[in-house]
């Protein structure tokens, strides 16, 4: 079975633009979380995604957002980039079904804004 | 955002030593996940826990959740050179449908001294 998979491996953005990421899950895992990860703060929770809706949020400003499609697919989008923003960006799926939820990661995607 | 706290932060130890890590927390998770991450890649999953006081092991790794559900530790045995890397606990607050996010530990990494 496939892993998750993560497109694109590398970005290089400048200072105001816009970015889409796009994370697609192991088959059948129904939930989408996004991570970022920084030397200074480590692995922070974005949001996670179950059926096409939004279930939770972290603590992110409003230029951080991300949708799922019916086939589980998710997408991440940062809007007006910030020198702060460059990270890897690592997108995980689980099942979401009963007791056992473990997360599997993606290579993820490593954002350089300039 | 919040960080459990991991110690040690780093390691130098010889190979075939045995190594120890633990994982702290101020709130109660109902499961806990210890990943490795190599440079470059996303974490890979290692031991998975859900029963507070349980012993899991995977081959020369052996993880124990606390039975505070406070914490966790990670135990591997006669390390090897592919040992290397960063080891990150992971906890999540409820095993029930609708909690999918995970919050990380500060990190252990491993170095192997020749």
């Known amino acids: 079975k496939a892993g998750v998979t993560q497109t694109p491996r590398y970005l290089i953005k400048t200072r105001g633009q816009q970015v889409t990421l796009s994370c697609s899950p192991i088959s059948g895992h129904r939930s989408v979380s996004w991570y970022q990860q920084t030397p200074g703060q480590g692995l922070q929770f974005l949001f996670e995604y179950f059926s096409e809706t939004q279930r939770n949020k972290g603590n992110f400003p409003g230029r951080f957002s991300g949708r799922q499609f019916s086939n589980s697919r998710s997408e991440m989008n940062v809007s007006t980039l910030e020198l702060g923003d460059s990270a890897l960006y690592l997108c995980?799926?689980?099942?979401?079904?009963?007791?056992?939820?473990?997360?599997?990661f993606g290579p993820g995607t490593r954002l350089t804004v300039l | 955002g919040q960080q459990l706290n991991q110690s040690p932060q780093s390691m130098f130890i010889q190979e075939g030593e045995d190594v120890s890590m633990n994982c702290t927390s101020s709130s109660i998770f109902n499961t806990w996940l210890w990943y490795k991450q190599d440079p470059g890649e996303g974490p890979v999953l290692l031991i998975a826990l859900y029963k507070a006081g349980e012993l899991t092991s995977n081959g020369r790794l052996t993880a124990q959740f606390g039975i505070t559900r406070k914490d966790s530790f990670l135990n591997i045995s006669a390390s090897i050179p592919s040992d290397v890397g960063i080891y990150f606990c992971?906890?999540?607050?409820?095993?029930?449908?609708?909690?999918?996010?995970?919050?990380f530990g500060t990190g252990t990494r491993l170095t192997i001294i020749p």
């Open positions: 992971a906890g999540q607050a409820s095993t029930n449908f609708g909690n999918e996010k995970l919050t």
């Open positions: 995980a799926s689980s099942l979401a079904s009963g007791r056992y939820n473990e997360q599997f």
